[in-house]
């Protein structure tokens, strides 16, 4: 069974920056969309980031603050936020695709999913 296990929330001032960490126990799964979503208390759970085998996606709230990026070598994906505010706490949660590329912030192609981490960022 597929496991995903996140690390590296916490609490920061706005301005600062994490790196969240998303370790995948079958390697197979980075070829396909690997993705971050987050969920505020009230919210829908709403997708962040995302990247397949040759793409990466934002939402346009996180554009030009947050990357997306993969270590295939040790089954990794890591999200790294800079210029955090206070609208960006919210559990953090990774995901996989099997088999599926391309638009990988469609929410619906996930059923793989970590157990979350958060991230609150205080004013």
């Known amino acids: 069974q597929v496991q995903l296990v996140e690390s590296g929330g916490g609490s920061v001032q706005a301005g600062g920056s994490l790196r969240l960490s998303c370790t995948s126990s079958?390697?197979?799964?980075?070829?396909?969309?690997m993705g971050w979503f987050r969920q505020a208390p009230g919210s829908e759970r709403e997708g962040v980031a995302a990247?397949?085998?040759?793409?990466?996606y934002y939402a346009d709230s996180v554009k030009g603050r947050f990357t997306i990026s993969r270590d295939n070598a040790k089954n990794t994906v890591y999200l790294q936020m800079n210029s955090l505010k206070p609208e960006d706490t919210a559990k953090y949660f990774c995901?996989?695709?099997?088999?599926?590329?391309?638009?990988?912030?469609?929410?619906?192609?996930?059923?793989?999913w970590g157990q979350g981490t958060q991230v609150t960022v205080s004013s």
């Open positions: 995901a996989a695709a099997p088999g599926y590329g391309g638009d990988c912030l469609r929410k619906w192609i996930y059923n793989y």
């Open positions: 079958e390697y197979t799964y980075l070829r396909s969309c």
């Open positions: 990247a397949d085998f040759g793409s990466t």
